[in-house]
């Protein structure tokens, strides 16, 4: 009876070795241990950077936010506000962290704004790595950020001299996704228009966004049309609402208008699905990418530099012994004149 009861447990089927199992356990592993995501997001104040974020992940990330004035403006520096929130579904956790940037474009003098982004960047890897040099590895907390939603005004007809320059500098540390916002003021001639003009600039500048991998050959036909839609939508042209309204008996997330409602949640209304869509289906990926190219470049840099730190310490070192061995042969030849001067003196 024992017999036949651990053959249940232990199958013995001929060529069956049981690491087909594998990816299970690995499944089971990451919903315990839950995923961390950093998403950063960049614009001009009232392109409604917050109201999207909320929409994104149906949650307030900003419940005492304080808005200032326009005189506040003129003056103000970027800042870097990080918010925090678990978010758990159907059992599976996830720590997504939102930084936001306010004050970036707000100053009239914008030249400067984007440093403070650039080194908060560099100041995540600098921590990973140090992080991943110590002694205890087992639980680090992983803040790079691995995303960066950077919003589009939709009032231009392009980009702004600082859009190119900011994106420019951030191209090669984080993962850029173009969002034009408040998309719901375009026309959808225009919204097409703007996209064209974007992608066109974004090459002309030699500007690198997130590319959206390919699907493989052997995925569904299904997943193949949902990757080349989304590739077609870059830039997403969205909306945010945090609004409910009643439409034909049911309850949306939209925008009331005195010619009809906009719905957040429609993709022949907004590409806000789309983004969503985006950002859930190609998190492994936009990780991947932050640790495999982003990460390995600031890390190698890293050590080139502390690597030409040392050799230049040593080449110090060796240049302070040699001095040290030529001051100590002209005194070795001082003494020795001398000595010779005092014999030819006793001589006589």
């Excluded at 030849?333 to 001398?338: L, R, T, V």
Aim: net charge negative.
């Amino acid at each position: 009876m024992s017999q036949s009861g651990d053959k249940g447990k232990f199958p013995d089927a001929a060529g069956y070795v049981g690491f087909a199992n594998l990816p299970n356990q690995v499944h089971r592993k990451s919903v315990k241990k839950g995923f961390e995501f950093t998403l950063m997001v960049v614009g001009e104040s009232g392109l409604g950077k917050s109201t999207l974020i909320n929409s994104l992940f149906l949650t307030d990330l900003y419940p005492e936010r304080y808005i200032p004035g326009a005189a506040e403006k003129i003056e103000r520096t970027v800042q870097i506000e990080a918010s925090t929130v678990e978010i758990e579904e159907r059992g599976v956790k996830l720590r997504l962290t939102v930084v936001d940037t306010p004050g970036y474009g707000d100053a009239i003098n914008s030249q400067d704004c984007f440093k403070t982004i650039i080194q908060y960047i560099d100041n995540q890897f600098e921590r990973y790595l140090h992080d991943e040099s110590g002694l205890n590895r087992r639980h680090i907390v992983d803040n790079r950020v691995h995303c960066c939603f950077y919003f589009i005004s939709p009032f231009g007809h392009g980009l702004k001299p600082l859009d190119v320059e900011f994106m420019k500098a951030i191209h090669s540390k984080v993962n850029i996704v173009p969002v034009i916002a408040k998309a719901d003021t375009l026309t959808l001639r225009e919204r097409d228009r703007l996209k064209r003009r974007i992608l066109d600039e974004i090459a002309e500048h030699g500007i690198r966004i997130y590319q959206l991998p390919d699907a493989d050959s052997d995925e569904d036909e299904e997943f193949k049309e949902q990757t080349r839609v989304l590739k077609a939508s870059i830039p997403f042209a969205v909306i945010g609402s945090n609004q409910l309204i009643e439409v034909k008996g049911k309850k949306i997330r939209g925008r009331l208008y005195p010619w009809g409602v906009v719905e957040v949640e429609n993709p022949e209304h907004n590409d806000f699905l789309k983004l969503r869509t985006m950002l859930v289906t190609h998190m492994q990926d936009l990780q991947e990418v932050t640790q495999d190219l982003h990460y390995e470049n600031f890390r190698s840099e890293r050590l080139k530099r502390t690597g030409r730190a040392a050799d230049e310490d040593v080449m110090d070192k060796d240049q302070i012994l040699l001095q040290k061995e030529a001051e100590l042969r002209r005194m070795q030849e001082m003494i020795a004149q001398m000595q010779a001067q005092m014999k030819m003196k006793s001589d006589e």
